[in-house]
T-cell receptor, first 113, second 116 residues
């Protein structure tokens, strides 16, 4: 069964460093998402992406965050200057053409020290 | 998106049916009911969704009341591996332009514990 894959599975970074989280959505999907989950808290929406542009973003997704689909297969989330409070599990998701179902990857665990 | 209300936790014996309730009394006509689950901080896993008719797939059944103000997810024969947080989410469906599917907004969900 096709799946969303994410790399790295776990990354430790120093505060202030740039981080890029990578995702390979399911082939032929058109809509892409990033969510995050701080330990012990809810899964929170960050951003949705369609037709090579951001279609919606949350308050969390400030100027430190950016997304890109550089080559038609990868979908990346960049955090320009990480803060301690960015420590979380980041989930990538993609949505099928029919728009019915969003499928999530297994997540990238980011620890900022 | 409309808000949903779920019990914080439920228990179920292995092999029995698990019935997880969800209230969504402010649901709109173009909003679907989705169920996802999350096992131990893994990525949320899609289970099932519906608009107004009852739905069944290989994982579960979804029963939506006629007024659409509540629904029940049924796992017919729960196993220990079904222990997870179950999320009931109301999501805007396709609009006139065909691209206006809403995002998923997760609440706290129901922690289902299946015990031997």
């Amino acid at each position: 069964e096709p799946e969303v894959t994410q790399t790295p599975s776990h990354q430790v970074t120093q505060m202030g460093q740039e981080v890029i989280l990578r995702c390979v959505p399911i082939s032929n999907h058109l809509y892409f998402y990033w969510y995050r989950q701080i330990l012990g808290q809810k899964v929170e929406f960050l951003v949705s992406f369609y037709n090579n542009e951001i279609s919606e973003k949350s308050e969390i997704f400030d100027d430190q965050f950016s997304v890109e689909r550089p080559d038609g297969s990868n979908f990346t989330l960049k955090i320009r200057s990480t803060k301690l409070e960015d420590s979380a599990m980041y989930f990538c998701a993609s949505q099928d053409r029919a728009g019915n179902t969003i499928y999530f990857g297994e997540g990238s665990w980011l620890t900022v020290v | 998106d409309a808000k949903t209300t779920q019990p914080p936790s439920m228990d179920c014996a292995e092999g029995r049916a698990a019935n997880l309730p969800c209230n969504h009394s402010t649901i709109s006509g173009n909003e679907y009911v989705y169920w996802y689950r999350q096992i131990h901080s893994q990525g949320p896993q899609y289970i099932i969704h519906g608009l107004k008719n009852n739905e069944t797939n290989e994982m579960a059944s979804l029963i939506i009341t006629e007024d659409r103000k509540s629904s029940t997810l049924i796992l017919p024969h729960a196993t220990l591996r079904d222990t997870a947080v179950y999320y009931c989410i109301v999501r805007v469906g396709r609009g006139a332009g065909g691209t206006s599917y809403g995002k998923l907004t997760f609440g706290q969900g129901t922690i289902l514990t299946v015990h031997p």
